[in-house]
């Protein structure tokens, strides 16, 4: 594609022209998902990652600049994307390294006893959004992991990650902390 045509596409593309993203669309994607798909080393969350910064690029098209490159602008935003990719998963991590280390020093006499807490759990997930819950549920329960939650529910990982990730703060902020700690040994 020539920087000519190239920035015909994005003058077009701000306009709204559909024709004018597919081409683009078309054109870089391979690319991108080759270069993610590298880094991460999961083809589903790579496809994931670029697909939102095509639809982030189409949301945003009136912000683009005709005298930038487009594959400069789609490159930082992938690497964005990635990284903010990378920085999540060491969130959840770390996150749970805490949880776990909280679990080794639990005081089980000091909790509310099994049933009672049972029974606030319960409270707490069935209050969740219908979703949110389904998913929830099926992580937890059913212990499927987040591909096949996705796969059974036509949706990306990304979203069952995200929906896991607010069911446990629902129970984080509805629930003391030692019973977020025995949420671990319950589910």
């Known amino acids: 594609m020539t920087e000519q045509h190239e920035k015909y596409l994005i003058e077009k593309l701000k ?7 597919r081409q683009l669309f ?24 670029i697909q939102n910064v095509f639809m982030r690029t189409w949301v ?15 490159l930082v935003a ?19 390294l805490q949880e ?8 089980i006499n000091s909790a509310l006893s099994a049933k009672e807490m049972e029974k606030n759990i319960a409270k707490v997930i069935a209050a969740m959004p219908e979703r949110r819950r389904e998913i ?3 992580s937890r329960t059913q212990k499927l992991s987040n591909a096949e939650i ?3 529910l036509g949706i990306s990982i990304r979203t069952v990650e995200k929906h896991i990730e607010n069911a446990l703060s629902d129970i984080r902020h509805k629930l003391p902390v030692s019973i977020l700690v025995l949420i ?3 589910f």
Do not use: C, W
């Not at 306009?15 to 993203?21: M, S, V």
């Not at 683009?64 to 487009?70: A, I, N, P, V």
């Open 26 to 49: 078309e054109h870089y994607y391979p690319l991108f998902l080759a270069f993610a798909k590298r880094m991460l080393r999961d083809d589903y969350v790579a496809e994931d990652l």
């Open 15 to 21: 306009k709204g022209d559909k024709d004018a993203f």
């Open 60 to 74: 945003l098209r009136e912000r683009l600049d005709e005298k930038r490159s487009m594959k400069n602008y789609l």
């Open 136 to 138: 929830f549920e099926m």
């Open 184 to 186: 671990t040994l319950l």
């Open 100 to 107: 776990e280390a909280a679990v080794s020093s639990f005081d």
């Open 78 to 96: 992938v690497r964005n994307e990635i990284y903010y990719y990378f920085r999540s998963e060491f969130k959840k991590k770390h996150d749970q």
């Open 150 to 152: 996705a796969e059974r």
